[in-house]
């Protein structure tokens, strides 16, 4: 790996070292990140990893001696800090590398008003750091500490008691170790809610397994607690908690396109005729639940910059991802786990039914899930795929090429940084769906 490798599409991460993260370039990027956010100041939060208090260290030493001021938040989840950062107009940095393994770190970044950092300002300030040989000796930036835990979690539950109430469920949370769960313990102190927790101590070593809950290997634990305790709802969050993946009262897995129709449901009974964002490779159940419940639906290219640049220039209330990352106007527009628990518990609470049977109300198609062509040139791959089902279906590039048929439709993206185009199909049987992926790798793979 090269160090300009750590420098993504989205946020900074790589392995921690000499050719990846430490804290000579975290300096650098705390240093120029800090001149381009066009804040005063920086929140500075951090995981739990072993190596993040370090790497916050010098964070935060760059950005002083960009002449700005640093509060630092300490150990928080991702949407604790930018919480800090909206409401005290400034620019944000979070030391993590969300469900990348213990030993990868990196940085994610905001603006004020929690707007996204990412794409072309990214690489510019890996250009940057990397060039750049030395920083000014004298921080200038004044330095200040403080616990927004207590403060953000009196604004989420007052957000979500505009809702209406949470009444006396059963909950299980699998925090993976990682940041969730002080923010989950202390929002539930004003709940009516028993938890049962597995993992909810911050630790860097991540002893019991990967704090990624898109890998449903990592669900088993939360699976069975929910099962043996027999408890209404299982919750399991990322490393820096600002995705959650959800459980039904049986144990099984609540995916993401179901859980992203709940919730836009429950918003849409709250605020009728709004608009929702969902992402171009979200299960057709998804437009069909908003379109069905008078709201407007729109789609977005993948991505939080994206699905956040069009939750807010559309005014939606909110957005959903396919990976689990939630997202609401009236909590200044931040993926949260935190806040999407609460409004699932509201969700089943409001219902009056177990999840396990509201889950039933949404179509499940079937998907092929995210499948992978190596290839030469990937716009040419694309461009292939294009030309052979341009006259079949409803063809749209807003997210690479998408292809829609009355009972089907595939979305083929090119990957920002890897010689392949990633394939996602859905259709209304196994057999449909098998035949259309072969027929795309027939074709990417044809000279």
């Not at 700005?68 to 938040?73: A, F, G, Q, W």
């Not at 769960?181 to 929002?187: C, S, T, Y």
């Not at 898109?214 to 820096?240: H, I, M, P």
């Not at 509201?346 to 995210?370: D, H, K, N």
Request: net charge negative; proline share 4%; aromatic share 8%.
């Amino acid at each position: 790996m090269q160090q300009r490798d750590i420098f993504k599409a989205y946020d900074i991460r790589g392995e921690v070292g000499d050719d990846g993260v430490n804290p000579a370039v975290m300096e650098r990027i705390g240093f120029f990140f800090a001149g381009l956010a066009g804040a005063e100041g920086v929140a500075v939060g951090r995981d739990c990893r072993l190596s993040s208090e370090r790497l916050q260290e010098a964070f935060i030493i760059g950005a002083a001696r960009a002449g700005r001021d640093v509060l630092d938040i300490g150990q928080a989840t991702t949407d604790t800090v930018y919480y800090a950062a909206a409401t005290e107009g400034l620019a944000a940095a979070v030391i993590t590398a969300s469900h990348n393994p213990p030993d990868h770190n990196g940085v994610k970044l905001c603006r004020s008003s929690a707007d996204h950092f990412s794409g072309q300002d990214i690489q510019l300030v890996g250009e940057r750091s990397l060039a750049a040989e030395a920083l000014p000796e004298n921080a200038t930036g004044r330095y200040g500490y403080r616990d927004v835990l207590a403060d953000y979690a009196a604004h989420l539950t007052e957000l979500a008691a505009g809702y209406g109430p949470v009444g006396e469920l059963k909950i299980g949370l699998d925090c993976g170790n990682g940041m969730a769960g002080p923010l989950a313990f202390a929002l539930a102190e004003n709940l009516p809610v028993e938890v049962f927790g597995i993992y909810t101590e911050p630790d860097g070593n991540f002893p019991n397994h990967p704090a990624n809950p898109s890998d449903r290997e990592n669900l088993k634990d939360l699976s069975y607690l929910v099962q043996r305790e027999s408890l209404d709802l299982g919750v399991a969050f990322d490393t820096d908690a600002d995705r959650a993946v959800f459980i039904d009262d049986c144990g099984e897995v609540l995916d993401g396109d179901r859980a992203a129709a709940l919730l836009a449901r429950w918003c849409l009974s709250h605020h009728p005729g709004e608009t929702v964002v969902y992402d171009a490779i979200a299960s057709k159940t998804v437009r069909l639940t908003i379109e069905e419940h008078g709201g407007r639906a729109l789609r977005s290219r993948v991505g939080f910059p994206f699905i956040k640049e069009a939750l807010r220039a559309s005014g939606a209330f909110f957005a959903s991802e396919t990976s689990g990352h939630y997202y609401f106007r009236d909590n200044f527009a931040i993926d949260s786990g935190a806040f999407a628990m609460l409004a699932m518990m509201q969700a089943l609470t409001s219902a009056g039914q177990p999840l396990s049977i509201l889950r039933r109300e949404f179509v499940s198609y079937v998907q092929s899930g995210e499948q992978t062509f190596k290839v030469a040139d990937r716009q040419v791959a694309i461009a292939k795929v294009a030309a052979c089902f341009d006259a079949e279906g409803e063809v749209d590039h807003l997210d690479g090429l998408t292809v829609t048929w009355p009972d089907r439709w595939l979305n083929l993206r090119a990957s920002n940084t890897e010689p392949i185009i990633r394939l996602n199909v859905e259709g209304a049987n196994e057999a449909a769906v098998k035949d259309l992926v072969g027929q795309v790798g027939d074709i990417v793979g044809r000279d």
